[in-house]
């Protein structure tokens, strides 16, 4: 059965707009999808994700996702690394593969005359890859190469690190080493797909050049293939420390990274459009937001502080990042803290929260610039079960939040008192 919406946001394709309709697509064997057909350009974008990503890596072995998703396609079938990328290189076929924390990523794009070889391509890179030793050997290096060159970047450092202390005892704390990438075996990697690449952890959203016939066949020739169902084993929920603590690891650099945060919340919780309305007023909107104003432009203790809401499938943070001299570590960080403090204890005032909604809903159809974009965001909005009219209800769901709603949800999620925060550097007068 098929379900079309028209949603009220208007796409900017050069000088024309053009209205966005979200049609599902459910293909014989109940494969489903989020359709947007667009026949101006002869293109078409596959954006489709499966639940579960690098949290599912074994203890010791993390990275292996990341290792699967680098490999996917270098070979399937009967085709090599070499035939295979050639083959996508000589039909302008863009296939690659990612993996974050909760889920497992893959994107396609085609020219709608080589349609069909795409998606038969893509079919292979799932149910027959061939993880040559080449291939294994080649990606292993690169990834290895990565891990050597995060231990030397501050950022990297500082990100590892905070991951595993606002993550304690949880995959989401823990972090690829060489040791791990190097402990990932041949049947860890030939493994993986079978084990993890299921139809119900599957969400698949398409835009461009095709009708919804055409699809709902090309569903079936792609996915039907793969097993009903994952053995993937439950991930349980974190457990994000309540207490404060500070972990400075020292480094001979000039200048601090500070990376501080506190528990949050998921995007499924009713006091989300809030919380979202008060993170950019306090740290999500760049020059405008008052940590910038109070720690940069005051003060100029640093170029920048930023704070973000961090959803994941199993728990949620409040993050936040600072980069500052050594000697005025001490001091931004006092700083932050008085800001969360008033955010909790004071409302904002009404320029503040009026220029926060017209942002928020102002800037979010410029993420929608390419078939490639809207097809990666449908998805993000199938995985986080927004459904389908939630282009229609956003901005509704933005405009009601009050000033009271923001203070307090402040006071709910920000605590100074209850901050964990990682320095790397050598701040001055701080120590652990």
Known sequence: MKKVLFVAVALICGSQASALTIETVTSPSGIQAWLVEDHKNPIIALDYSFAGGGASDPAGKEGLVSMVAGLLDEGAGDMDAQAFQGRLEDLAIGLTFSADADNFTGRLKTLTDNRDEAFR??????????????????????????????????????????????????????????????????????????AHLSRDRLVVSVVGDITPAQLSALLDQTFADLPAKSDQAAIA??????????????????????????????????????????????????????LMTEVRVKRGLAYGAYTGLEPYEHGGIVAGEVATRNDKVAESLKVIKEELRKMGSTEVSAAELASAKTYLNGSFPLQMDSTTAIAALLTVVQRSHL???????????????????????GAK???PDKLTVVIVGDPKGMTE
Do not use: C
């Not at 991951?163 to 075996?185: D, M, Q």
């Not at 528990?263 to 937001?289: E, H, T």
């Not at 209800?393 to 949800?409: E, G, M």
């Open 121 to 194: 391509l893509l079919h292979l890179a799932l149910l027959k890859p061939r993880f040559d030793a080449d291939a294994v050997a080649r990606v292993r290096g690169q990834m290895l190469v990565g891990v050597q060159q995060s231990e030397q970047d501050p950022q990297s450092v500082a990100g590892r690190a905070f991951a595993a202390a606002i993550f304690p005892n949880h995959p989401y704390g823990r972090s690829s080493s060489e040791a791990s990438i190097k402990a990932i075996s041949d049947a860890d990697l030939k493994g993986w797909p079978g």
């Open 237 to 290: 929920e974190a457990e994000v420390p309540t207490k404060d603590s500070l972990k400075i690891i020292r480094r001979q650099i000039p200048q601090s990274v500070v990376n501080f945060g506190e528990p949050g919340i998921k995007r499924d919780d009713p006091d989300w459009y809030n919380a979202y309305v008060m993170n950019y007023i306090l740290g999500g909107g760049s020059f405008s937001s008052r």
């Open 387 to 409: 459904g389908i009219d939630y282009f229609d209800r956003r901005p509704t769901l933005i405009n009601k939040v009050s000033a009271a709603d923001v203070k307090r949800v």
């Open 413 to 415: 999620l920000l605590d």
